[in-house]
């Protein structure tokens, strides 16, 4: 999804960055390489990870005999809480330590909406309508958003988030 949001914004840019963009099947591994260099856009690209609350020893001089960590991830569309919990005890790599779900708390990304449904057409067309030099492109919203408990309603459950750019 990070890479689609090109598609649509690439032609209005400058000649370089166009010409980029508009051969995403040949230049996609430089473009990643340069979102992942910036947390932002590196969250466009792949399933992010934040340490939240973290619980261990009560003395500077005593090592804890036990320690314990919540980890927030949020989960690229695509990749499956199945898939983080493996990748994150390969990378612990120590049998000892125990790698699971808190609770239910939901876990799997929201699915994401096409760009080819009427509805995101009729979204682009009003938001033209209000700013007629917008791009609307689809992308990807980083922070979790009720909209997650509407995919049941509909396949295509748009979020919106307006960001005005300068060149």
């Known amino acids: 999804a990070g890479l689609q949001s090109f598609e649509y914004i690439g032609p209005e840019m400058r ?6 963009f508009a ?10 390489r340069e979102l992942s260099k910036t ?15 973290f619980d261990g020893g009560v003395k ?16 690229l569309p695509g990749d499956t809480s199945a898939d983080v919990l493996a990748h994150t005890s390969a990378t612990i790599g120590d049998p000892r330590v125990h790698v699971g779900r808190l609770g239910d708390t939901g876990g ?3 699915p994401t909406s096409s760009p080819e ?10 938001v033209r309508q209000l700013v007629p030099d917008a791009i609307v492109p689809p992308t990807l ?3 979790a958003t009720d909209a997650r408990h509407y995919t049941t309603l509909s396949p295509n459950v748009y979020r919106f988030l307006p960001v005005v750019v300068r060149s």
């Not at 449904?117 to 009003?126: E, R």
């Open 15 to 20: 000649l370089p960055e166009r010409a980029l």
């Open 23 to 32: 051969n995403l099947w040949l230049f996609s591994p430089l473009i990643l």
């Open 39 to 53: 947390p932002s856009t590196n969250a466009l690209i792949r399933t992010t990870t934040a340490v939240t609350m």
């Open 60 to 75: 500077e001089n005593v090592l804890p005999s036990r320690a314990r960590a919540v980890v927030n991830f949020r989960i």
């Open 108 to 110: 799997e990304p929201s």
């Open 117 to 126: 449904a009427p509805s995101f057409a009729l979204l682009q067309k009003t």
């Open 141 to 143: 919203v980083l922070g």
